[in-house]
């Protein structure tokens, strides 16, 4: 089991630019979740999604968007990207305990 | 509103030296509180779940308790290899799915 899988691993973007975070899960798990993570701040939950179909916004949703493509994969999308946006990303899924399993991340610097 | 803090922010000991890490926490209904264990540059790795007071959980070096009100991370014995940044995170009854972090604690174990 490859468990939870993030691409890209590092991304550097201009301000103004897209881009699309890809996240899968092969545990089978039913909920899904986005992660930023910064100096001083901790994690902070950006979007979940409870079960395929379903997306709900979490403490800091401003500025991304979500798909729940389908039970393996959730991926994050950055519109229009901005300095404050420059962190590392992760994703997880909730196994039958509540705990959550979380992939190796995503470093986006935004300049 | 839930709430984690942990003390300290970093923890220095030698290799051998006993200690204890803290995670204070509020929380409406508590379903679970997580330990996870976060090296440089990676994601959080999942340690621990307890999920009332009174209970304990040993994984090696590391045990983990639960009061109504605090947990704690107890290193026996630590080596150098149990360097890292240690989370707690909760998650309460009226916040299903949500994961509330601390903002860690950064133990350096030196030989």
């Known amino acids: 089991n490859a468990g939870v899988t993030q691409t890209p691993k590092f991304q550097v973007l201009k301000t103004g630019q897209s881009m699309t975070l890809q996240c899968a899960q092969d545990m089978n798990h039913n909920s899904m979740y986005w992660y930023r993570q910064d100096p001083g701040m901790g994690l902070r939950l950006i979007y979940y999604s409870a079960s395929e179909g379903t997306t709900d916004k979490g403490e800091v949703p401003n500025g991304y968007n979500v798909s729940r493509l389908n039970k393996r994969e959730f991926s994050l999308r950055l519109e229009s990207a901005a300095p404050s946006q420059t962190s590392v990303y992760f994703c997880?899924?909730?196994?039958?305990?509540?705990?959550?399993?979380f992939g190796p991340g995503t470093r986006l610097t935004v300049t | 509103e839930d709430q984690v803090t942990q003390s300290p922010e970093a923890l220095r000991l030698q290799e051998g030296e006993s200690s204890s890490l803290n995670c204070s926490y509020t929380v409406s209904g508590l379903r679970g509180l997580f330990w996870y264990r976060q090296d440089p540059g990676k994601g959080p790795e999942f340690l621990f779940t307890l999920y009332s007071a009174g209970e304990e959980k040993e994984k090696e070096r590391l045990k983990a308790t639960l009061t109504k009100k605090e947990s704690f991370l107890h290193i026996t014995a630590p080596k150098p290899e149990d360097s890292a940044t240690y989370l707690c995170?909760?998650?309460?009854?009226?916040?299903?799915?949500?994961?509330?972090f601390g903002q860690g604690t950064t133990l350096q174990v030196k030989p």
């Open positions: 997880a899924s909730e196994g039958q305990g509540y705990e959550q399993y």
């Open positions: 995170a909760v998650q309460g009854a009226s916040n299903t799915g949500k994961l509330i």
